[in-house]
């Protein structure tokens, strides 16, 4: 190779002359972004010779591009389906490194017959800044890139398609979920973004190994990428129905992130009132908090006592925590609610005669009931387009409103009800 194949103004040419709208070998090419970064913040001059180390990674990039010619890529998204098919999803990934991050489109298809197909649709990646960012930070970044793509496809469908996001990143997933106010300005800005190009329920958790992002985080080879059945088709639970794909995690996060920040999904069953009330006396309690860990010991032993697997943890979860606050919260709408539920479930209408039907009331995932409103296209976060309905007198409303008193710093009562309406409201 010539010794003008081995500088930085060549190597830049070459990074030019890649044309990848869809970004079918992104991890390979990313592979030379990141070399030419490196070459950015060594100084290197335009026409000097590469340091031995970077040569290495050239003439090993140069070699392995030979591989390309063993990539065959398909011009038909739906393969060899050759029946109706009767649903069809974009499922997006994404993921980061020190070095770069990325995201990955697939639609998935599935047939009448209940047969299921997935096609690779496009991929994008960036090398990740100069400045110094946490990987939590890049991992936030890459989910943005990917409801952005995700926005930018859809619109060039001429079907619909329903959307779900996954990441492997645990911390992003809650900071997707929860109130973006909470946050500092870089995490604000990207969460309400990406909020307001999805909703916080179409996002998912996934197992590392089973994320075909982190090829575009870390790169590989062309032979290895065109082998590699996890880029061009996604994880194998992709093919088949949703009770196969990765359950919800549970995890212990900082306690203060925990209790201001985050907001997760959790499922809690109820069976009546009366075993609530036989469980934990609300009455008892004069702090929100106080009941919400009582209440999250009561399920742990009741949970370590039904099954083989036992959580031995000297600490409460953020999961237990939200689990809690999510079986009050049923409690309370089912005692002053149950009506409107039961009309909800039944797709009926609400009487006229109930008190929160101007509200416009609906169910979410979690069988809560949460306001519709007018705030749908607002630049607001979820929580604050949608809030849990309460009753104004109750106990757990009391606990609650004390709660956001206090931790506002016991400002008056037009800022506390602002702060408690982010997330509830009174009707």
Known sequence: MSRRGESKRFILSVVGRIFGPIGILGPFVIKLK??????WTLGVEWDSELPPKLRHKWQQWSSEAEGLTEIKIPRFYLGNIDQEISKC?????????KSAYGTILYLRFVTCNIEIETSFICSKSRVAPLKSLTLPRLELTATLLSARLAKQVSSCLKFDANIYYWTDSRISYYWIRGDSSAFKPYIKNRVQEIQLL??????RHCPGKDN???????????????????????????????DHWPNRHRDILDSELCSEELEHRSSVHVAVTQQREALVDINRFSSLKKLLKTTAWV??????????????DFYITADEIQNAEYFWLKCVQSEFYSAEILALKQNEQLRSSSEIKSLVPYLDENNLLRLTGRLLEADLCFGEKHPVILPRRCKFTELLVIREHERIGHCGVSATLTQLRKKNIDT
């Open 299 to 312: 399920f742990r032993f009741v949970n370590n006592a039904r099954n083989i697997y036992k959580s031995m």
């Open 198 to 203: 999805s909703d916080p329920m179409q996002w």
């Open 212 to 242: 075909p992002a982190d090829l575009l985080s870390r790169g590989t080879s062309a032979v290895k990428l065109a082998q590699n059945e996890l880029w061009w088709h996604g994880p194998p639970w992709l093919k088949l129905t949703p």
């Open 34 to 39: 990141c070399l030419l970064q490196e070459l």
């Open 89 to 97: 999803e974009i499922r997006c990934f994404s993921d980061a490194s």
